[in-house]
């Protein structure tokens, strides 16, 4: 089938580089965060003396992290994505009928990739799915003003708030009626009721996937064979994608999504505002963002990693990452209009073209390092060696993202997305 001229996907010279650098550096920065999940129970990822990193250099890396990186990526992510519907509908001389079954075939497209990377290359961790399936809603936002898209963020944020607020105190109530009762003298009988309460905190926490025993038993599964980890994985999955999908990482994507179809109208991803406009953007989030980070940061280590604590149950946790995402995206913004750094720039912007083929090869690139059908180093690095790793990825992903679009148009995986969204074998090799 030969679409017309118009429907065809945008070339490399109507390309943004902003855009492409900005998505380069947050699908670097995420691995950051999701390396702890590849090489360790998944209990690490918000829990550091699951791993052994609550102390010396190793909690001074998680404490690092916890600051400057978490949430704040996967942010960048999201908003980007929103940012990605508005430039692919953008087709003036297209039917609208045409742009939306482009678009619906692309997003389908893109739920396929999620559970691809969540069942076959056994990630956890994957927003592909989460992406894609809420891509399939946000399609009827397209013609929203830039004011009206920012208001339903504000507001699903808001909604988001509320829910951490609510897990906060939940968790802060249940579990420190368990603390005060494991920490009754040895030899005093416990109540039936107190028996109950142990009960039901050893229950949530197993719910919340954090449960001491349960890391266990995932550790001992990463360590084993490909088959088992398969098996293993799919019951997990199936809970993310449906109960865990419909509670809060719709919610969570849609309300960065729309963030971001509003920033793009508004001109912040093309460098098209004032330098002052996006010097006060990167002050204040980064300001903000940092200061909230740090005071949640401490009082988690302080209260000896209590779970209430942890990233996903603090109160402030959405205005948090919030905020240090949208000071990233100023300062990023402010580099590129600048025009500091261009040779660096033009390398990220080559990983952000390959965007999905990168995200993709993080997990077979990482569970064949960690899991027992590879190099079985799962649970035997410290948080500082599995950064050393980190680095290295980056490094090869950097010079294989610039060397393969040295010869060709685009990422494999961008290219076999590209040629069934349109129904059309794309060119692949640059002539």
């Given at each position: 089938?030969?679409?017309?001229?118009?429907?065809?996907?945008?070339?490399?010279?109507?390309?943004?580089?902003?855009?492409?650098?900005?998505?380069?550096?947050?699908?670097?920065?995420?691995?950051?965060?999701?390396?702890?999940?590849?090489?360790?129970?998944?209990?690490?990822?918000?829990?550091?003396?699951?791993?052994?990193?609550?102390?010396?250099?190793?909690?001074?890396?998680?404490?690092?992290?916890?600051?400057?990186?978490?949430?704040?990526?996967?942010?960048?992510?999201?908003?980007?994505?929103?940012?990605?519907?508005?430039?692919?509908?953008?087709?003036?001389?297209?039917?609208?009928?045409?742009?939306?079954?482009?678009?619906?075939?692309?997003?389908?497209?893109?739920?396929?990739?999620?559970?691809?990377?969540?069942?076959?290359?056994?990630?956890?961790?994957?927003?592909?799915?989460?992406?894609?399936?809420?891509?399939?809603?946000?399609?009827?936002?397209?013609?929203?003003?830039?004011?009206?898209?920012?208001?339903?963020?504000?507001?699903?944020?808001?909604?988001?708030?509320?829910?951490?607020?609510?897990?906060?105190?939940?968790?802060?109530?249940?579990?420190?009626?368990?603390?005060?009762?494991?920490?009754?003298?040895?030899?005093?009988?416990?109540?039936?009721?107190?028996?109950?309460?142990?009960?039901?905190?050893?229950?949530?926490?197993?719910?919340?996937?954090?449960?001491?025993?349960?890391?266990?038993?995932?550790?001992?599964?990463?360590?084993?064979?490909?088959?088992?980890?398969?098996?293993?994985?799919?019951?997990?999955?199936?809970?993310?994608?449906?109960?865990?999908?419909?509670?809060?990482?719709?919610?969570?994507?849609?309300?960065?999504?729309?963030?971001?179809?509003?920033?793009?109208?508004?001109?912040?991803?093309?460098?098209?505002?004032?330098?002052?406009?996006?010097?006060?953007?990167?002050?204040?989030?980064?300001?903000?963002?940092?200061?909230?980070?740090?005071?949640?940061?401490?009082t988690f280590v302080n209260s000896g990693?209590?779970?209430?604590?942890?990233?996903?149950?603090?109160?402030?946790?959405?205005l948090g990452r919030l905020s240090l995402?949208?000071?990233?995206?100023?300062?990023?913004?402010?580099?590129?209009?600048?025009?500091?750094?261009k040779k660096i720039q033009r390398l990220?912007?080559?990983?952000?073209?390959?965007?999905?083929?990168?995200?993709?090869?993080?997990?077979?690139?990482?569970?064949?390092?960690?899991?027992?059908?590879?190099?079985?180093?799962?649970?035997?690095?410290?948080?500082?060696?599995?950064?050393?790793?980190?680095?290295?990825?980056?490094?090869?992903?950097?010079?294989?993202?610039?060397?393969?679009?040295?010869?060709?148009?685009?990422?494999?995986?961008?290219?076999?997305?590209?040629?069934?969204?349109?129904?059309?074998?794309?060119?692949?090799?640059?002539?």
């Open positions: 089938m030969n679409l017309p001229k118009e429907t065809t996907p945008i070339s490399q010279k109507a390309r943004v580089q902003s855009i492409d650098t900005l998505r380069g550096i947050a699908l670097l920065g995420v691995l950051l965060m999701n390396i702890i999940a590849f090489a360790n129970p998944f209990a690490a990822y918000y829990l550091p003396s699951i791993d052994g990193a609550d102390t010396g250099v190793n909690l001074a890396v998680f404490m690092f992290m916890d600051i400057f990186v978490e949430g704040s990526m996967r942010t960048i992510f999201s908003m980007l994505f929103g940012a990605g519907l508005l430039i692919f509908i953008n087709k003036p001389n297209v039917e609208p009928r045409t742009i939306k079954s482009l678009f619906y075939r692309r997003t389908l497209l893109l739920v396929a990739f999620g559970l691809f990377n969540s069942y076959v290359l056994l990630w956890l961790g994957d927003i592909l799915y989460v992406y894609g399936m809420t891509g399939l809603v946000l399609y009827w936002f397209r013609d929203l003003s830039a004011e009206k898209l920012a208001g339903i963020s504000a507001g699903t944020i808001l909604l988001l708030s509320i829910l951490h607020v609510a897990s906060h105190m939940h968790s802060a109530e249940l579990g420190g009626a368990a603390r005060a009762i494991e920490a009754l003298p040895a030899g005093v009988a416990r109540s039936f009721e107190q028996e109950e309460v142990l009960q039901a905190w050893g229950d949530f926490l197993n719910q919340q996937y954090v449960g001491v025993a349960l890391a266990e038993q995932q550790l001992r599964l990463m360590q084993s064979g490909y088959i088992d980890n398969f098996l293993g994985i799919i019951p997990i999955n199936f809970l993310l994608q449906t109960i865990g999908f419909l509670a809060t990482t719709f919610w969570d994507a849609l309300a960065m999504m729309l963030l971001g179809m509003a920033l793009f109208k508004w001109g912040f991803f093309d460098c098209s505002r004032t330098s002052r406009a996006y010097g006060v953007m990167a002050l204040i989030g980064l300001s903000m963002g940092l200061s909230l980070n740090t005071w949640e940061t401490l990693f209590h779970f209430e604590w942890a990233a996903l149950n603090r109160p402030t946790y959405e995402a949208l000071g990233y995206i100023g300062l990023i913004m402010l580099i590129c209009k600048l025009g500091f750094f990220l912007a080559k990983v952000g073209q390959m965007a999905l083929t990168n995200y993709l090869s993080h997990s077979l690139i990482c569970n064949f390092i960690f899991m027992g059908w590879g190099l079985e180093l799962a649970g035997t690095l410290q948080r500082i060696e599995i950064y050393y790793l980190v680095m290295g990825i980056w490094v090869f992903q950097i010079i294989t993202s610039s060397l393969w679009l040295t010869y060709f148009r685009y990422g494999p995986a961008e290219w076999v997305w590209r040629s069934i969204t349109y129904q059309n074998r794309q060119p692949f090799q640059l002539i």
